[in-house]
């Protein structure tokens, strides 16, 4: 059974920095793995963070955290982290590990943004920014 396990997550101030991870266990690794990080603020829509496809090393970003948070990992055998700096209140969510480890994957236009290519996630790692 796979599962993906997030920690990292807490309470840290304007500016500050967090580092979240996430270890996958259960999985076999395939010529085809990618994970990503979403987030979930109160009362809004999932949302994506960052990505990385494993096969060619590409990582996408969304627009509200390009420059300030980083994905670091290079295989799914091994915790991936998401280092995020310059922390901001609009920051606070749960923030969520996901991934893909093989099979047949849509990788039409904004793919890593499509909650349907991961079929496996975490239970969620809660992030506040206090201002």
């Known amino acids: 059974q796979v599962q993906l396990v997030e920690s990292g997550g807490g309470l840290v101030k304007d500016g500050g920095s967090l580092r979240l991870s996430c270890t996958a266990s259960?999985?076999?690794?395939?010529?085809?793995?990618?994970m990503g990080w979403f987030r979930q603020a109160p009362g809004k829509e999932r949302e994506h963070v960052a990505t990385r496809w494993f096969t060619t090393g590409s990582t996408h970003y969304g627009d509200s955290v390009k420059g300030r948070f980083t994905f670091s990992g290079d295989n799914v055998k091994s915790p991936v982290y998401l280092e995020m700096n310059n922390l901001k209140p609009e920051d606070t969510a749960v923030y969520y590990c996901a991934a893909r480890f093989g099979g047949t994957v849509w990788f039409g236009s904004n793919w890593y943004k499509l909650e349907s290519n991961y079929p496996y996630w975490g239970q969620g790692t809660p992030v506040t920014v206090s201002s």
């Open positions: 259960g999985h076999t690794s395939t010529n085809n793995d990618f």
